[in-house]
């Protein structure tokens, strides 16, 4: 179960220790289900959706616990836990995540059954802590588990005019982006490739907010990665900055030369348990090896 980042580079997460009993209890479960899901290729696409749909819940309840200690805000469709000294920014992190909410889940066609966990973080030490990350990782925001985890504004805009600093929070901010990774986990329970879900939430954060990630243009005879790279190396590929600009790419592709709704159905097939290759050759009847080709002509 990889995280969604917002950001150039990501890494691998680990759950972080809290203590506690109650706690402890859930983490040892969680392992177990983790342990379980090695298996969960040999099964049924309903008893992996419901096996995959409880390591989640899981998860997502061992995160919460683990913000006991923290202040809450709660709107209709969220909450955010948060420390006392960042009170103003968990005000606005919820405030645009309840903008956005509409229109992410329209076009989605899907409702979240529960109120979405947001858990703000005063700094980037303790953010990539809480997933036991090297320093040098520059993530805003973070979807993992069924929680979305925000590094608070103020550590990453520097504007001081309050009007002109929520409007950058607003437009360059994670919120639609790590939302729409929580969607697509939700929707297909897991099945996807790491890269598809890292375009779909691109181009759902540039087509509402207009935002692209810096370095997202590629050079002229730039060597690409191939689809084989992106769908099992993604996180770890020497050029991160190439390799999320591949996985907006491809989704662009899909919309361009099909529509939205060809990615709509996409999504339907990953959500009934189908192989993504096999999901490609049913909707776009192209092979694996026909996408990339095509693909990469469309996007050099």
């Given at each position: ?21 109650l ?14 899901m090695?298996f ?13 749909w ?14 006991w ?36 889940t ?14 703000l973080?005063p ?121 999320y ?20 159905d ?9 192989d ?16 990339e080709?095509?693909?990469q002509?469309?996007?050099?």
């Amino acid at each position: 179960m990889k995280p969604g980042v917002y950001q150039d580079q990501t890494g691998n997460s680990t759950v972080p220790n809290h203590g506690g009993s109650l706690i402890r209890a859930v983490k040892i479960l969680t392992a177990a289900f983790i342990l379980m899901m090695t298996f969960l290729v040999r099964l049924p696409a309903g008893t992996k959706t419901y096996s995959y749909w409880a390591v989640r819940e899981l998860i997502k309840v061992y995160t919460v616990l683990g913000t006991w200690n923290m202040d809450k805000l709660t709107s209709e469709h969220f909450y955010v836990k948060f420390k006392p000294a960042d009170r103003q920014g968990a005000e606005l992190v919820l405030e645009t995540a309840e903008m956005f909410y509409r229109l992410v889940t329209e076009d989605f066609g899907y409702v979240p059954g529960a109120r979405v966990p947001l858990i703000l973080y005063p700094s980037k030490e303790e953010l990539n802590s809480s997933f036991g990350w090297d320093a040098k990782e520059s993530a805003i925001g973070v979807y993992w588990g069924g929680a979305i985890r925000v590094l608070t504004p103020e550590v990453w805009i520097e504007e001081k005019d309050p009007v002109r600093f929520r409007e950058i929070f607003v437009s360059s901010g994670p919120m639609v982006h790590e939302f729409t990774h929580l969607m697509i986990d939700y929707l297909t329970a897991g099945n996807y490739p790491r890269w598809f879900t890292e375009g779909v939430a691109q181009y759902e954060e540039n087509k509402i907010t207009g935002f692209e990630f810096n370095g997202m243009n590629g050079s002229p005879g730039q060597q690409l990665y191939s689809m084989k790279d992106l769908s099992r190396n993604f996180d770890s590929l020497p050029n991160q900055y190439l390799a999320y600009r591949e996985a907006y790419t491809a989704v662009r592709y899909i919309v361009d030369q099909y529509g939205e709704k060809a990615l709509s159905d996409l999504i339907k097939e990953l959500r009934g348990g189908t192989d993504f290759d096999q999901a490609l050759s049913k909707i776009l009847q192209l092979d694996s090896a026909g996408f990339e080709a095509c693909w990469q002509e469309w996007a050099l």
